[in-house]
């Protein structure tokens, strides 16, 4: 912030930027977990072409994309939280009965049907 010049700010601090971040945390996970594009994708309920622009950064994804996407990736409540938050999302919290069940899903590593089903049954919203 210390620079004059604002673009000279952005262009030295790129990576920095929580969308990036959580590209490159995303991309991370992936290697990790070994997960093709196409099994994370049917996991997650979301086309395969939507997870590649997601990728690419052509798009990002909303909270609620963006969790089922980690739902779909079994990724863990850590990584979850700290996902939402590089995306500049809210992280869940449990004193909410919707983000309860969606963290409860995660920490069981529970199919991303029967977390909606369950959020179906609780007039809660679903993830998709």
């Given amino acids: 912030m210390e620079q004059p010049n604002l673009n000279a700010y952005i262009h030295d601090n790129q990576e920095e930027f929580s969308g990036n971040s959580m590209l490159s945390l995303l991309s991370e996970l992936f290697t990790r977990k070994n997960l093709s594009k196409a099994e994370a994708a049917r996991q997650a309920g979301i086309s395969e072409v939507y997870l590649h622009q997601v990728f690419s950064g052509r798009r990002k994804p909303s909270r609620d994309r963006l969790l089922c996407i980690c739902l779909g990736v079994e990724a863990t409540l850590d990584e979850v939280q700290r996902l939402l938050k590089q995306a500049g999302y809210a992280p869940l919290y449990p004193r909410r009965k919707r983000e309860a069940i ?16 369950k959020l179906f049954i609780e007039n809660e919203k679903t993830l998709f």
């Fill in 102 to 117: 969606i963290a409860h899903g995660v920490v069981h590593h529970t199919p991303l049907r029967e977390i909606n089903d």
